[in-house]
C-alpha cells in the first residue's frame, strides 16, 4: 500500500530530491510534484528521478497533494508553510525538513484555520556537504532519526501520516516537542557547527599545511553553506546563545585548571568528554 | 643502502611500533630494538615484526644504536632522551615522536655534551585511535608530514640523517623552529583537540542520540588518552592558553552578532570559517 498519493517537495536540494527519489524509490508515494525557484535544478531532479513533474508556482504544485513536505531553508520554512496551506486541498498534511522547530510553530501560530492542511515539523537528521538535486540519494535516510516535533494542538493523524512517511524512507522516528527539539539540537548540531567554524577562523592559512586528521575531522562542518548557518542559529538564537555560553564556561575550566598546573584537573575534564565521546561509539 | 644499522625505538606504543615496522619493511633500519616497561606489549610488537629484540633497560637497548626514536608521552622524552645520551654509543643521534618540542629543547638545555649524542626534535603528525604495538602499522608515515626542530646549536649531519630516515618510512619532512611549531601546532592540533572535548563535555549523554555526522566528525578526537593530552596540554602551556584565548574571543564574535541581530555579521563569520576550511579540502 503506497500511503502517499501525490507527495509534493517545496525546495529540491539535496534533501528535497533524495526525499523525492527515497519516496518514489521505497514506494512510499505514487508521484512527486517538485516545486523550485531554479528550473535547470529541477530539470536535473526530473532527469535523476527525483521528481516527475515540476513547477515554479508554488501553489500549483500542491493543488492536488496529499502530502506537502517543504525542504527550503529554516527562515523560509514559515511562509512557504502557509502559502502550501492556503493552496492545498484541505486532507493534505504539510512537513518540513528544517533544522529548527520552534521558530515555526511561532510563525504559524494562530495562522493555520482548522479546514486547512495540518502542518507537522519534521527534522530529519540526514544531510551531506553536496549540495543540489543532482546528488539526491534514495538511501540518505536509511537508518538515520528523524525527530517529529507535534505540538499538544497537532492532528494525531496526520503524525501518524508523517511518521508513517518517514519510516518507508528507512528512517527511524522520535517524537519531540519543538522547543525542547531546539534545545537539544543547539548542543548537538548548532554549537558543533560553531565550534568547528570558530577552530577555522582563527587557522593562519599558512599553518593549513601543519594539520592533520584531527584538524580536518573537527572542522570539517565548517565548509557548510555560511547563509543557511546564519539562518539556523538566527532561527535558534536563544538555545545557541545558552550553549554557547556553556560552551565558553567548560573552555574557560580547561584554562582554568591549564594555567594553575592543575594536572589532576585538566586529566578530570578530558575524562569526562572522553566519557561522553566513547558512550557514541566511533 | 640502509641508512641504519640499529634502530633503538624507546616507547613501543603504536607510533614506536610503526616506526619500527616501517623501517623494517622500507630498509631504513637492518634491525630493530624496542626499549619499554611493557614485557607483554614488547612481545606483541616483536610478533608483529615491528621489533627484533626488545628490553625493559633503556641503557641496554641503546648501547649499539646508531638511531634512537624516544617514543614515550611528552613529559618523558626529555628524561628518556637524556638516559639514551648517556648510554648510546657516541655517534648515535636520537630523535623523538613528541606533540611538544619547545618543553624538550629547555629541559636539554646544556645537558647534552659535545661528545655524546646528538639529539634533533621530530614531530610525525601521525596517530590513530588505535592504542598499543599491537596496532603498528608499516604505512603509518605515507605521504604524512614529519617536522623536524633543529635549534641553531643542532649538529647538521644528525638533522640530515634524521630527515632521510623519515623520508624512508615514507613522510615528507619541514624543518622548523621548535617554538614556532608549538605555536603552530596549539592551533591546529592542541586546539581542536581541547575543543573537541569541550563539546563533547557540555553535551548531556540523553542527547547523544540526537547526533549526526557532524558531531561525530568535530568530537571524535575526544576519544583520546587523557594523560597523554594533558602533558601535551601542560607542555605547551603558554601556546595553547594564547590558542584558547584567540578562540574564546572568536566565538564571542559570534554571539555578539548574533545577539544583535547581525545577520550579515553571523554569515561574515561563518564564511571567513569557511574560506578556510575550503582551502585545505574534504
Redesign the interface.
Known amino acids: 500500500m503506497i500511503p502517499v498519493e501525490t507527495l509534493t517537495v517545496v525546495g529540491v536540494g539535496l534533501i528535497g530530491g533524495s526525499v523525492g527519489l527515497a519516496a518514489k524509490t521505497r514506494g512510499a508515494a505514487r508521484r512527486v510534484v517538485g516545486v523550485g525557484r531554479d528550473e535547470r535544478n529541477l530539470a536535473r531532479a526530473a532527469a535523476v528521478g527525483a521528481i516527475d513533474t515540476f513547477t515554479s508556482d508554488l501553489s500549483v504544485g500542491v493543488a492536488t497533494a496529499d502530502l506537502v513536505v517543504v525542504c527550503t531553508p529554516v527562515d523560509r520554512v514559515g511562509a512557504d508553510v502557509l502559502a502550501a496551506a492556503a493552496a492545498a486541498p484541505p486532507r493534505a498534511v504539510i512537513t518540513d525538513a528544517g533544522s529548527t522547530k520552534g521558530n515555526i510553530v511561532r510563525e504559524l501560530a494562530g495562522k493555520l484555520p482548522a479546514d486547512r492542511p495540518t502542518f507537522v515539523g519534521s527534522h530529519p537528521?540526514?544531510?551531506s556537504?553536496k549540495k543540489g538535486a543532482a546528488h539526491s540519494r534514495a538511501d540518505l535516510f536509511d537508518d538515520?532519526?528523524v525527530?517529529v516535533t507535534p505540538t499538544a494542538e497537532t492532528d494525531l493523524e496526520a503524525v501518524s501520516l508523517v511518521e508513517l512517511f518517514w519510516q518507508k524512507l528507512g528512517a527511524r522516528v522520535?517524537r519531540m516537542d519543538p522547543f525542547e527539539h531546539d534545545r537539544?539540537?543547539a548542543?548537538?548540531?548548532h554549537?558543533?557547527?560553531?565550534?568547528?567554524?570558530?577552530?577555522?577562523?582563527?587557522?593562519?592559512?599558512a599553518?593549513?599545511?601543519?594539520?592533520?586528521?584531527?584538524?580536518?575531522?573537527?572542522?570539517?562542518?565548517?565548509?557548510?553553506d555560511?547563509?543557511l548557518?546564519?539562518a539556523i542559529?538566527?532561527a535558534n538564537?536563544d538555545a545557541?546563545?545558552a550553549?554557547?555560553?556553556?560552551?565558553?564556561d567548560?573552555?574557560?575550566g580547561?584554562?582554568q585548571a591549564?594555567?594553575a598546573?592543575d594536572?589532576a584537573g585538566?586529566?578530570?575534564?578530558?575524562?569526562?568528554?572522553?566519557q561522553?565521546?566513547?558512550?557514541?561509539g566511533?
Chains 1, 2 share one sequence.
Open positions: 537528521l540526514a544531510g556537504e538515520r532519526l525527530i522520535v537539544a539540537l548542543v548537538t548540531s554549537l558543533p557547527h560553531a565550534a568547528a567554524s570558530g577552530l577555522a577562523g582563527v587557522t593562519p592559512p599553518w593549513l599545511g601543519l594539520t592533520a586528521g584531527g584538524f580536518r575531522d573537527c572542522t570539517r562542518i565548517a565548509s557548510g555560511p547563509q548557518w546564519a542559529f538566527e538564537r545557541v546563545t550553549a554557547l555560553d556553556k560552551f565558553t567548560r573552555m574557560a580547561l584554562r591549564l594555567t598546573g594536572t585538566v586529566i578530570q575534564w578530558l575524562t569526562e568528554a572522553k561522553v565521546r566513547d558512550a557514541l566511533s
